[in-house]
């Protein structure tokens, strides 16, 4: 009986889209976007945890496990309608692979300023 085990050998690759966009005046706590990857890997090796890694603010916050991009305060577009993040997604291999993926994320206009 011959068996096969899996080799670490595979780093997540990002499909989700570099860019997110959020409404401004949103709560608190309100999903921008999804990060997904696939790992071509099996078992644990394929397994995905999510970290934010760079910001240009603190405004953000990453699910480790669902990858969702959650915002940490209401946004306003009038004072930053641009916003730069770096997400990590590593995998649970040995040794870990990770890759990175630099991501934008723009306020949308509500229109308040009438």
């Known amino acids: 009986l011959l068996t096969l085990k899996d080799v670490n050998d595979q780093a ?8 997110g966009y959020i409404l401004e005046n949103t709560p608190a706590n ?3 976007m999804s ?3 696939i790992d071509l890997d099996e078992g644990e090796n394929a397994n995905v945890e999510y970290f ?3 910001s ?8 480790r496990l669902d990858g969702i991009i959650r915002t940490t305060k209401s946004l306003d ?3 930053k309608y641009l916003y730069n993040i770096v997400v990590t997604a590593r995998d ?10 630099a991501i934008k994320i723009h306020v949308v206009d509500e229109n308040d300023n009438t």
């Open 92 to 101: 649970h291999g040995t040794p870990r692979l990770s890759a990175d993926m």
């Open 35 to 37: 990060v997904t990857t």
């Open 77 to 79: 577009r009038e004072e």
């Open 56 to 63: 240009d603010s603190d405004n953000f916050v990453i699910g």
């Open 30 to 32: 309100t999903n921008v």
């Open 52 to 54: 934010l890694t760079k």
């Open 12 to 19: 997540p690759m990002f499909t989700s889209p570099p860019e």
